[in-house]
């Protein structure tokens, strides 16, 4: 079973930053991808930002030229981080991690709030 911790959730002011956070109980290398997904109060969970194992992202076109997700396979973690942030950004951000199977993991999640 493999455990997701996320991490560097908390309150900044607009045109702040943040980093993420995703340490994972056991080898990053053999997940086909992990990701970063989030979900604001009454909406649906949403892709942020997704790295494959051989460290190709993708971003969600909200989120272009101010996140950046990157990985550190020697100490299973990957990152998010986060600049130039909007209060639209305010949400629930959670870790995923799809292994080549298929199965899913997720992280409990960490709170990003984004003041005006």
């Known amino acids: 079973q493999v455990q997701l911790v996320e991490s560097g959730g908390g309150l900044v002011q607009a045109g702040g930053s943040l980093r993420l956070s995703c340490a994972a109980s056991?080898?990053?290398?053999?997940?086909?991808?992990m990701g970063w997904y989030r979900q604001a109060p009454g909406k649906e969970r949403e892709l942020v930002a997704t790295?494959?194992?051989?460290?190709?992202?993708n971003y969600a076109d909200s989120v272009k030229e101010r996140f950046t997700i990157s990985k550190n396979n020697a100490k299973n973690t990957v990152y998010l981080q986060m600049n130039n942030l909007k209060p639209e950004d305010t949400a629930v951000y959670y870790c995923?991690?799809?292994?080549?199977?298929?199965?899913?993991?997720w992280g409990q999640g960490t709170q990003v709030t984004v003041s005006s």
């Open positions: 995923l991690a799809k292994r080549l199977s298929g199965v899913d993991y």
């Open positions: 056991g080898s990053i290398f053999t997940f086909r991808y």
């Open positions: 790295i494959t194992g051989g460290g190709a992202s």
